[in-house]
């Protein structure tokens, strides 16, 4: 028998039992939105980074930067040819009164009477006045201050005097000094030795005059006050 006849009469095998092999669900599809053909295309547009200057941070000390107004934007400047008002100064071209010319008068702000009253510049016709300019205020505000200025130095040098004598063997400084008052004017008299102290001090009228004789006189008379009364006399 050749194996070709043995295979076939071999004996039936069993069958093996096989394990349920699982069947796979079947995918559900997935709908998609698609548009349509002639919507437009979003374009992407590259980022791009503008640069800046650093600003500096402040602090909380830091003061705010100040805008100084300019001259020209003073609400109270006048600047016309006969009228110039500026910086608490006002010049006034005026009328002369002795001739037929011209006058020009420097008022300060405050003050009832002008600090400078002067002859003016003709103009060019002969007739009317040289119109008033930036230079020309300038000059006379300096002029004009230094006019008040020579008027406070000879108002204090009127109000407050002083001498050096030598008395009793001694050097002195004396001094009076007038305090003007509408109703009761006095002038106090003060004597000074070379150490700079005060040593007598009385009250005098206002007309006393200070003179070598007058300061020397006092000392001698151990600071009496000229009419009665000891020194430090109130």
Do not use: C
Not at 99 to 116: S, Y
Not at 119 to 143: C, I, Y
Not at 153 to 168: D, E, G, R, W
């Amino acid at each position: 028998m050749t194996h070709d006849q043995m295979t076939l009469f071999a004996a039936p095998t069993a069958p093996t039992e096989s394990q349920p092999t699982r069947q796979a669900l079947p995918r559900r599809a997935v709908r998609t939105r698609s548009a349509p053909d002639d919507a437009p295309q979003a374009a992407l547009l590259p980022l791009q980074l503008i640069p800046h200057e650093a600003t500096p941070a402040m602090t909380d000390n830091e003061p705010l930067p100040s805008i100084a107004p300019a001259p020209d934007d003073t609400p109270d400047a006048i600047r016309s040819d006969r009228l110039w008002q500026l910086d608490g100064w006002t010049a006034r071209v005026i009328k002369n009164e002795d001739d037929d010319g011209w006058a020009v008068e420097m008022l300060k702000d405050g003050e009832a009477e002008p600090a400078l009253v002067g002859p003016w510049t003709m103009g060019r016709d002969k007739k009317n006045p040289k119109p008033l300019d930036q230079a020309a205020f300038n000059t006379l505000v300096k002029t004009a201050t230094e006019v008040l200025q020579r008027h406070a130095q000879q108002a204090h040098a009127m109000l407050h005097k002083s001498l050096t004598v030598f008395a009793l063997d001694a050097q002195w400084d004396v001094r009076l000094d007038i305090t003007p008052d509408e109703y009761e004017p006095f002038a106090t008299l003060s004597a000074y030795d070379e150490a700079g102290d005060e040593v007598a001090q009385v009250r005098v009228a206002p007309d006393f005059r200070l003179n070598t004789t007058s300061a020397t006189a006092w000392i001698v008379s151990d600071f009496a006050r000229p009419g009665g009364r000891g020194p430090f006399d109130d």
